[in-house]
């Protein structure tokens, strides 16, 4: 597809998308439609995808899930973008995309939410058992690489709940992704830090509201691929098992039982009936 194709595609699909958008998007859907095509312009990764019909389609899906969830393209504070490698598309979400969605989807899990990045030469501490933070910066110091990020998640209820992810658990997320060295980390390491480390921090509160906006946006969070291989092989065995147990295992025919014919009841004999005769006339009388 050319790029006029691609406005093209884009322009006959979105009506459909609309019809899904969250209640949380105050944007009218020729704007929107026009920076979702802009930021597909700007990627050349997915103007190559966008090529054959699959690229095209599964680049729709995700401005259709970024409706979905009430995120926006572009602007002044961008929400989300496409990020395409190969023949693989998804949409990532930024910190103030997810700051957005907890506050305002049709059903909020929190009443705010900041993750922010810290870097060497920056004075920092958190108390955990106060939920406070302190982090400054004097500005006299060169800042060095960045060594972990902290989110302050406060509850619907008002209690603050302070989380932090060290450079260390960042790098070990990196080498889960299919592309550690893309563009992604290697352009834009501290953003990538941001939007990970913001899913990890926010995925115990949407599972506990069971908030579909809000899962669908953490489907992307990459996962040990050494687990999956794992859950794999022990399946494999419990299969290779019960399969290996299907050939031993005899199984006996049933017995059929064959039901006794019902006899009749045989009448009462002669002289159990003439002694029941006597009772009865005894009963109750007085005897001269």
Known sequence: MSENQIAQYVDRKMPAAWEVKSKSLKIDMETYKKRAIISIYQNDELLKIAQTDDGASKIMMC???????????????????????GKTVYLNIRPSGFKHMVKNSSNPILKDFTVRAVYSGEEFMIDYAGAQVKHSYDGKTEKGELVG???IIERLDGEKVV????????????????????KAWTK??????????????LKPYAEEKEDKEIMLALMEE????????????????????NAEEAKTETIEPEQTQTAEPQ??????KEENKNQENQNETGKGKKLF
């Open 222 to 241: 990459e996962q040990d691929p050494n687990i999956e291989k794992r859950v794999n092989e022990h399946l494999d065995t419990v299969i290779e098992v």
């Open 263 to 268: 006899k009749e009841p045989e009448p009462p």
């Open 163 to 182: 989380e932090y992810m060290n450079r260390e658990d960042i790098e070990k997320i990196r080498s889960w992704s299919p592309q550690p060295n893309g």
């Open 149 to 151: 990020v902290y989110g």
């Open 188 to 201: 834009s390491y501290d953003q990538m830090a941001l939007t990970k480390a913001a899913k990890r921090f």
């Open 63 to 85: 401005v259709t899930n970024a409706a979905m969830m009430g995120l926006q393209f572009g602007g002044q504070f961008p929400q989300c973008e496409i990020v395409g490698f």
